[in-house]
């Protein structure tokens, strides 16, 4: 029997970021539910350990999402294609690396202008700017789905007590700020998208998540599971079951919503 309410298939889906951790598993998901898939990424190889991206329903572009020329030129070669898209996943996004140099993960009286710069230019200009080009076209269309992935760091402060391992061993060490007020713009770029496009079939909706585990310091995974409710870190399938109910007719009625899935983290 085919579940008419979760049915992707025919439909056509851009995943930004779509070759990292969580993108990749998305992409590979509703490639498995016969949805083309473009991924937009300023990488064109898989990283290690990503989900399989080898379905000949995937495709990938090289596009860096601050560029609004790579984005146009991507798209229309989608739609040209396969037609308008029924789904975009503003995935992409960025945090200081583990390894940023100390200044960015110093006092935030300190933080580094162009530090604060490039987050919020991937995860707000990036994800407005895939929002113009891939959204005008649904609009046109008279239907679609946006999905604008949050953090539980955009709703809430981060824990800093989380990373005391890293001050244990002497180094200076605090949550940046940038990536928590980025995932906050995500929020109401949602909603504000959400009513303007109400009345031209398009939805805007924001995923928020909690930490997913990726080989992080054992010290790290033990403080942040004992914050969680269930106990657990997400593994990256935890996801894709929400981006399938969001890209699909199971949530027509909803629109400029924030669906937390965050294993509990929030509920205290
Ligand atoms: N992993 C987590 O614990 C977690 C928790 C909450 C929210 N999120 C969010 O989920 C999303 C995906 O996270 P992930 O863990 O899979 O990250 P990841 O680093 O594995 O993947 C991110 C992808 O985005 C791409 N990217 C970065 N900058 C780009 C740009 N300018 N243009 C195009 N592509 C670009 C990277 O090349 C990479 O393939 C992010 O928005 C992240 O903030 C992740």
Same mark, same amino acid.
């Given at each position: 029997m085919t579940d008419s309410l979760f049915d992707l298939s025919g439909r056509?889906?851009?995943v930004t970021g779509g070759m990292?951790?969580?993108?990749?598993?998305?992409?590979?998901?509703?490639a498995a539910r016969g949805m083309q898939v473009a991924i937009f990424d300023r990488e064109t190889e898989p990283g290690s350990g990503v989900a399989d991206l080898? =379905?000949?329903?995937i495709r990938s572009f090289e596009v860096d999402v601050t560029e609004r020329a790579a984005i146009e030129r991507a798209t229309d070669e989608v739609v040209s294609e396969w037609g308008v898209p029924h789904l975009l996943v503003n995935n992409?996004?960025?945090d200081a690396p583990p390894d940023a140099p100390a200044a960015e993960?110093?006092?935030?009286e300190d933080v580094p202008e162009e530090a604060f710069d490039r987050v919020m230019d991937v995860n707000v200009k990036g994800t407005l700017l895939c929002c113009q080009v891939v959204g005008r076209r649904m609009a046109a269309a008279g239907r679609g789905s946006i999905v604008n992935i949050s953090s539980i760091y955009g709703l809430l402060s981060p824990?800093? =007590?989380?990373y005391d391992f890293r001050r244990e061993v002497g180094e200076t060490f605090v949550k940046p700020v940038a990536y928590s007020v980025s995932k906050s713009a995500v929020l109401n770029l949602t909603r504000y998208l959400a009513t303007y496009w109400a009345q031209s079939g398009v939805r805007v909706n924001t995923l928020t998540l909690a930490g997913v585990a990726n080989e992080q310091p054992e010290a790290f995974v033990e403080a942040y599971e004992a914050r969680l409710p269930?106990?657990?870190?997400?593994?990256?399938g935890d996801y894709v079951g929400p981006i399938v109910f969001l890209a699909s007719d199971a949530s027509a009625y909803m629109t400029g919503a924030n669906l937390v899935v965050d294993g509990g983290w929030s509920a205290w």
């Open positions: 056509v889906a851009v990292g951790q969580l993108g990749s598993a998305y992409a590979a998901e509703l080898s =379905s000949e329903r992409a996004g960025i993960v110093g006092p935030f824990v800093q =007590s989380l269930l106990r657990r870190m997400a593994a990256p």
